[in-house]
């Protein structure tokens, strides 16, 4: 092959090899390199390294060390890769659940949407309203009771707990609002009134026929002292806890009126017949449950045992108010917690890993630190209790100010354990309603600030568009709503 010589100079960069011309196939040789420095022209071979030399500088202790540091963290840097990914798949949820993000609607339906004119809203009036539902964003609907009831504290003294009220409609009214919610992608949730039934219960009816009967026990029955009640434990309505019955020649317990018979919850029957009950309507397809006045469940067994005065009652009927007792063998005994866990980790479980996700709150009226216990532990309670305390936004004076405000959220958001979700409320059924308390000029605001607090607000219906609440309270004359014909 031909040599050439090139001068350095603007012409570029000087080829270092040639490749073979035509006739040379598979012949290669070294190429000899002429530089012309100042004039003088001077000739080098141009090699390279070989093998040997490249293997020599490769396996120099530096190269080695530079070499596997890089492997080793390419290594490192993949499996920490991997090992970020599963991490955040395992601990990161895809979505919060359904009852996270839901605006939650109470609706009270004996003054809800009145169809047929009795002056009593019902069932059919929820299913007219379902597309009003839609159109404010409401995920989930909280019916209060509409189980079959005398209606002396209208549906709370239930008489038969499979049954619906006629005064509502039925079963199959029920069943047809219950579809219509699904198929909005809404939820239902119904009371649960497990502390006591009604006087007219089976139940009770055979239970005070006899102190040897299969209902013997299903409530509680005490012998008086000589011809008194047992002890001086009062009902929340006010007066004694107790009433004679003539046909058992006992006392039973009622901590509510005396046509709502306390339930034994230390009877392992009575537990049963309430697992039953819960699975037949989680089997209708009901999305939860608000269980009524659970910190009655249970009270001591020792009924020889009167309640203490209470030392910071202020009122003027002691011999009489419930107040004037500090209620501390009749209110949040530690079983009652075991009760809810065992619904929690028992039915509510059981159709939530077979089907759609179930959801438990609960009501207590009582101090924050109390009713905070009911998220449980470790989550095996309520989803989460009802922030009944925030309904007392408006302070004693009948005010509302921004550090009134703070100091109710304040207290719920430290008391709740962590990890839990919170949730708020203006009204329900049992307090005037938050325009009656505020006026119309706050309602609004009260509104936006419960759609901006963390956690799961809940509304009672009406209060979206301010209405105010009649002097009437549930226990009495209802009052109309602005739902039903009259309005």
Same mark, same amino acid.
């Given at each position: 092959?031909?040599?050439?010589?090139?001068?350095?100079?603007?012409?570029?960069?000087?080829?270092?090899?040639?490749?073979?011309?035509?006739?040379?196939?598979?012949?290669?040789?070294?190429?000899?390199?002429?530089?012309?420095?100042?004039?003088?022209?001077?000739?080098?071979?141009?090699?390279?390294?070989?093998?040997?030399?490249?293997?020599?500088?490769?396996?120099?202790?530096?190269?080695?060390?530079?070499?596997?540091?890089?492997?080793?963290?390419?290594?490192?840097?993949?499996?920490?890769?991997?090992?970020?990914?599963?991490?955040?798949?395992?601990?990161?949820?895809?979505?919060?659940?359904?009852?996270?993000?839901?605006?939650?609607?109470?609706?009270?339906?004996?003054?809800?949407?009145?169809?047929?004119?009795?002056?009593?809203?019902?069932?059919?009036?929820?299913?007219?309203?379902?597309?009003?539902?839609?159109?404010?964003?409401?995920?989930?609907?909280?019916?209060?009771?509409?189980?079959?009831?005398?209606?002396?504290?209208?549906?709370?003294?239930?008489?038969?707990?499979?049954?619906?009220?006629?005064?509502?409609?039925?079963?199959?009214?029920?069943?047809?609002?219950?579809?219509?919610?699904?198929?909005?992608?809404?939820?239902?949730?119904?009371?649960?009134?497990?502390?006591?039934?009604?006087?007219?219960?089976?139940?009770?009816?055979?239970?005070?026929?006899?102190?040897?009967?299969?209902?013997?026990?299903?409530?509680?029955?005490?012998?008086?002292?000589?011809?008194?009640?047992?002890?001086?434990?009062?009902?929340?309505?006010?007066?004694?806890?107790?009433?004679?019955?003539?046909?058992?020649?006992?006392?039973?317990?009622?901590?509510?009126? !005396? %046509?709502?018979? #306390?339930?034994?919850?230390? +009877?392992?029957?009575?537990? $049963?017949?309430?697992?039953?009950? *819960?699975?037949?309507?989680?089997?209708?397809?009901?999305?939860?449950?608000?269980?009524?006045?659970?910190?009655?469940?249970?009270?001591?067994?020792?009924?020889?045992?009167?309640?203490?005065?209470?030392?910071?009652?202020?009122?003027?009927?002691?011999?009489?108010?419930?107040?004037?007792?500090?209620?501390?063998?009749?209110?949040?005994?530690?079983?009652?917690?075991?009760?809810?866990?065992?619904?929690?980790?028992?039915?509510?479980?059981?159709?939530?890993?077979?089907?759609?996700?179930?959801?438990?709150?609960?009501?207590?009226?009582?101090?924050?630190?109390?009713?905070?216990?009911?998220?449980?532990?470790?989550?095996?309670?309520?989803?989460?209790?009802?922030?009944?305390?925030?309904?007392?936004?408006?302070?004693?004076?009948?005010?509302?100010?921004?550090?009134?405000? !703070? %100091?109710?959220? #304040?207290?719920?958001?430290? +008391?709740?354990?962590?990890? $839990?979700?919170?949730?708020?409320? *203006?009204?329900?059924?049992?307090?005037?309603?938050?325009?009656?308390?505020?006026?119309?000029?706050?309602?609004?605001?009260?509104?936006?600030?419960?759609?901006?607090?963390?956690?799961?607000?809940?509304?009672?219906?009406?209060?979206?568009?301010?209405?105010?609440?009649?002097?009437?309270?549930?226990?009495?004359?209802?009052?109309?709503?602005?739902?039903?014909?009259?309005?």
């Amino acid at each position: 092959m031909e040599n050439k010589a090139y001068e350095v100079g603007e012409q570029g960069d000087i080829p270092m090899k040639e490749f073979p011309q035509d006739g040379d196939e598979g012949q290669y040789t070294d190429t000899t390199v002429d530089i012309i420095d100042d004039g003088k022209q001077i000739q080098e071979d141009y090699i390279g390294l070989t093998r040997e030399e490249l293997m020599e500088y490769a396996n120099k202790p530096g190269w080695q060390v530079a070499r596997w540091s890089i492997v080793i963290l390419l290594i490192v840097g993949w499996f920490a890769i991997i090992a970020g990914a599963i991490y955040i798949m395992v601990t990161t949820p895809t979505c919060l659940p359904w009852w996270q993000t839901a605006v939650f609607y109470q609706v009270y339906p004996r003054s809800f949407k009145d169809t047929d004119d009795n002056g009593i809203g019902d069932i059919a009036g929820i299913e007219e309203k379902m597309d009003y539902f839609e159109d404010i964003g409401i995920n989930a609907v909280w019916i209060n009771s509409m189980y079959k009831s005398p209606q002396v504290d209208h549906g709370y003294d239930v008489s038969d707990y499979y049954e619906l009220d006629p005064l509502f409609g039925d079963i199959n009214d029920l069943e047809v609002v219950l579809l219509s919610m699904k198929q909005r992608g809404m939820r239902v949730i119904l009371d649960f009134i497990p502390n006591h039934s009604s006087e007219h219960h089976a139940w009770f009816n055979e239970s005070r026929k006899s102190k040897d009967n299969e209902y013997k026990s299903h409530y509680i029955w005490v012998d008086g002292v000589k011809g008194t009640p047992p002890n001086n434990w009062r009902s929340v309505w006010g007066g004694s806890a107790w009433t004679y019955d003539e046909a058992r020649g006992q006392y039973y317990l009622h901590q509510f009126l !005396k %046509e709502q018979p #306390d339930l034994n919850w230390r +009877n392992d029957d009575v537990k $049963k017949e309430f697992d039953r009950i *819960l699975d037949f309507w989680l089997k209708k397809g009901v999305d939860g449950f608000r269980v009524s006045a659970v910190q009655h469940l249970l009270e001591t067994d020792d009924y020889s045992q009167d309640e203490p005065a209470n030392p910071d009652y202020t009122g003027t009927d002691p011999d009489n108010d419930y107040d004037a007792l500090y209620h501390n063998y009749t209110k949040e005994y530690a079983e009652v917690h075991d009760i809810v866990r065992g619904w929690r980790n028992g039915e509510m479980d059981y159709y939530s890993t077979t089907g759609a996700y179930r959801f438990l709150t609960v009501e207590a009226y009582d101090d924050i630190d109390v009713v905070t216990s009911y998220y449980g532990d470790n989550g095996e309670e309520t989803n989460f209790p009802h922030n009944l305390n925030f309904l007392d936004i408006v302070d004693t004076d009948g005010r509302i100010t921004g550090f009134r405000v !703070k %100091e109710m959220i #304040d207290s719920w958001m430290i +008391n709740m354990p962590d990890g $839990k979700h919170p949730n708020f409320l *203006l009204s329900n059924h049992d307090k005037p309603r938050i325009a009656s308390r505020v006026g119309q000029n706050y309602t609004r605001a009260c509104h936006m600030l419960l759609l901006t607090l963390p956690g799961s607000p809940t509304i009672y219906y009406g209060d979206e568009i301010g209405m105010e609440r009649s002097e009437e309270r549930r226990v009495g004359k209802e009052c109309r709503s602005r739902w039903s014909p009259y309005h």
